[in-house]
């Protein structure tokens, strides 16, 4: 492949030096030759070998990996220079990456008197050039307007001091921008490299392509200039490639792994329903670049912008909550999302806006998705289009890491084996957000429906099963031992708690009670594994509590049955899922309820043995009824079951609560909770502010609950006062 670095001085005109084959090659096995522009895989001026070694390669239905690159991109650069680092797209970027090309021997560099062997040989072994041309201003036109291609052009007529002027102007806020005096060649280079490496992949020339090009291209809207961009090549390249191969380049997929959402790519074909634009970027929120734009009725690169129109669904954002993420993350966004609805799509071509900015090393995208990773999603997408991918250079501003990144897709893109990884666990953000976006394109592909809920199409009569569950524990409970609802005078909490604290009726003369604060019961369900269809009769209730309280009313302790849901129901609700709360506002919420309990009945009551029963996420209950009220007395004891977060019970005003707790308290923790997993934290666990923890057998709610119970009820019967009948004898009176 004739490499050949153009001198930035002497650049021959563009166009000048293609290849062009003998006609007497068009008829030798009914296949037209490659366009103009490709050449053999040479590094140097002279001329490439005979293209035989291409057409043997074609019949064995083996074709070679294309590369386009001109050393003239390079001369785009910024007028407002200084003393001063480079700004971050910086020329050396295209140069670095072909350095390594040929470092990595992806491109050859010995004699000519060579080639012709090692092509007949091994045609595939090095990339094939595709030589970069200048875009027309009729091809940029198919997706800029006129006059965004005449502000560009005006550029190259500018004097130094009116470039440094505006490049001040621009490289600032969202347009994030830079120019000089070759901007504009420059620019048309990077768009005509685009559409080249497109169309030799579309017409079979080459089984797929890396365009090594900038300025870069995905930031730029159809009218403007911004983030580093001038022309969007992408588009140009795609809509080419729909105009001129109708009938074999209709669909095109557009996966842009930038670390920045494209937004111009995204705005472009907002309403195209033949183009399906996938973005994973990071987007907190619209804090990071490109944020959100001035004009609100312009979409952003939330989840939610699904595309307009006919478009609808063809917009896909995976919009990361923050900077961070990685290859976990990465992979399971292509598991989940990208690789299902790509599938169903079924383009015709794959062009990968590839910005290396998320790659680990990169300090402005401060992400860390490394070169196996970035060589896994290539591969993932090669399987689509059969095969038919370009790969044209957007962002990545770390010389060393976007290298490095872009060999690694390179070597993918010509056949090496997988390099061997080991893919980290997702983040919980993460996998929330890829939640979310199955949810939100569920309506527009099959694929991304099993499992998704549309609240406003199951219309009225519908009620969320956690409520359900309750209300048949309150009937079961009421049948069984007749308790009733506690009346909950707080405005917040009333309608919420309606059914959810149940008491035994005429507790407050009883001399035993039993507080439990408790999760709501464990649903559990098999799907139908070919419909994915969930039936009543394949669905369960784990229920732990059920059992203490019948022994509790069996043994005359009047009980306070709390039922902490994660969610409380609201009659406006329109999303089907609802994440759980955090544990600072579960612990609110739980808070406001057990202190009310605390000063409206229980310290009124005269209760000589009063027993907290903590289980599960709800047990934080216990540890802010015993934190925010002077209550250690009146308790006789505390019996927590624990699989999540272990908290400490410690008090500034009361110095002694920490060893109370740890004296008459048993705190049953799941087999497998992390602080096993350390013999720091083991031991840390065992200091009495956390009581007395104690090491379960077993793993989840229900089954630690019924393994301790015969324990939990000793432990208790222990403690109790002489008499046991339950009420307040004479003497007592």
């Not at 053999?40 to 002279?46: C, I, K, Q, S, T």
């Not at 956690?466 to 917040?492: C, F, P």
């Not at 043994?555 to 600072?584: C, K, L, M, W």
């Amino acid at each position: 492949m004739e490499f050949e670095d153009q001198s930035m001085v002497d650049a021959p005109p563009n166009g000048t030096g293609s290849t062009h084959y003998p006609s007497t090659l068009d008829n030798d096995d009914g296949q037209a030759p490659p366009a103009g522009g490709i050449n053999g895989a040479v590094e140097g001026g002279e001329r490439p070998p005979s293209p035989v070694g291409f057409f043997k390669m074609a019949r064995r239905g083996r074709l070679p990996t294309g590369c386009c690159y001109d050393d003239r991109m390079k001369l785009h650069a910024n007028a407002d220079f200084g003393p001063t680092p480079h700004h971050p797209e910086d020329p050396r970027r295209i140069e670095e990456i072909m350095k390594m090309f040929k470092k990595a021997g992806l491109v050859y560099t010995g004699p000519n008197s060579d080639l012709q062997l090692m092509l007949s040989e091994d045609p595939g072994k090095y990339m094939w050039r595709i030589e970069a041309r200048e875009a027309t201003k009729q091809e940029i036109c198919t997706v800029h307007t006129p006059g965004h291609y005449d502000w560009v052009e005006n550029l190259s007529h500018m004097s130094t001091k009116d470039l440094r002027a505006l490049s001040m102007t621009l490289d600032q806020g969202r347009a994030s921008l830079y120019v000089g005096g070759m901007s504009y060649e420059a620019a048309l280079l990077s768009a005509g490299g685009c559409i080249e490496t497109c169309k030799n992949v579309v017409a079979g020339h080459v089984q797929n392509a890396f365009a090594v090009i900038r300025p870069p291209g995905h930031h730029a809207e159809y009218d403007s200039a911004m983030g580093f961009c001038l022309f969007n090549n992408v588009p140009i390249g795609a809509k080419v490639c729909q105009n001129e191969y109708p009938e074999v380049c209709r669909k095109v997929l557009i996966l842009d792994w930038d670390v920045h959402h494209g937004n111009g790519v995204q705005n472009i074909f907002y309403d195209d329903p033949n183009v399906l634009y996938i973005s994973l970027h990071v987007y907190a929120n619209g804090d990071f670049y490109p944020g959100k734009p001035d004009n609100n009725m312009i979409p952003d690169g939330d989840l939610d912008k699904v595309g307009h129109g006919p478009g609808k669904g063809k917009n896909v954002n995976i919009p990361w909550p923050s900077q961070g993420m990685g290859d976990g993350e990465y992979l399971a966004a292509f598991q989940k999302i990208v690789m299902p609805i790509a599938q169903e799509f079924n383009p015709d071509l794959v062009i990968i806006s590839a910005g290396f900015d998320a790659a680990d090393g990169d300090e402005l995208g401060g992400c860390f998705v490394t070169p196996p990773c970035y060589a896994h999603m290539t591969h993932m997408l090669m399987s689509l289009a059969g095969g038919k991918v370009a790969v044209c250079l957007e962002g990545g501003y770390n010389l060393e890491a976007i290298s490095h990144s872009a060999l690694a897709v390179a070597k993918t893109l010509m056949g090496d084996a997988l390099p061997r990884m080991e893919i980290p666990p997702i983040s919980k953000e993460a996998a929330r957000v890829l939640m979310k976006v199955q949810a939100v394109q569920a309506p527009y592909w099959e694929c991304m429906r099993p499992g998704i809920i549309d609240m406003q199409q199951l219309g009225k009569g519908v009620s969320r099963l956690h409520d359900a569950v309750r209300g048949y524990q309150r009937q079961v409970l009421t049948e069984k031992h007749n308790m009733v609802s506690l009346y909950i005078q707080r405005e917040a909490l009333f309608k919420s708690y309606e059914n959810q604290v149940l008491i035994t009726p005429g507790i407050q003369s009883m001399r035993k009670v039993l507080f439990i604060i408790h999760d709501a019961p464990a649903l559990l369900a098999m799907p139908d594994l070919i419909d994915n269809t969930i039936d009543g009769f394949n669905s369960f209730i784990a229920d732990g509590v059920s059992a203490y309280v019948d022994w509790a009313h069996e043994q005359g302790f009047g009980v306070i049955d709390a039922n902490i849901p994660h969610y409380i129901t609201h009659p406006e609700d329109v999303e089907a899922f609802q994440p759980r709360p955090s544990e600072r506002s579960l612990q609110q919420q739980i808070q406001e309820l057990v202190c009310f309990i605390w000063d409206n009945y229980l310290q009124l009551w005269d209760v000589e043995d009063l027993f907290l029963l903590g289980v599960g996420d709800a047990y934080l209950g216990v540890k802010v009824l015993l934190t925010n009220r002077e209550c250690k007395d009146r308790i006789s004891g505390v019996v927590n079951f624990v699989t999540g977060n272990l908290r400490p019970v410690k008090s500034e005003t009361d110095p002694d609560l920490s060893t109370w707790y740890k004296n008459n308290s048993l705190v049953f923790v799941a087999a497998d909770h992390a602080c096993w997993s350390d013999e720091e934290l083991s031991k840390k666990v065992l200091k009495k502010r956390f009581g007395r923890v104690q090491k379960s057998g077993e793993t989840g709610l229900h089954r630690m609950m019924e393994a301790h119970a015969a324990e939990v009820q000793t432990w208790i019967s222990g403690r109790l006062s002489r008499d046991d009948t339950g009420h307040t004898t004479e003497d007592d009176r």
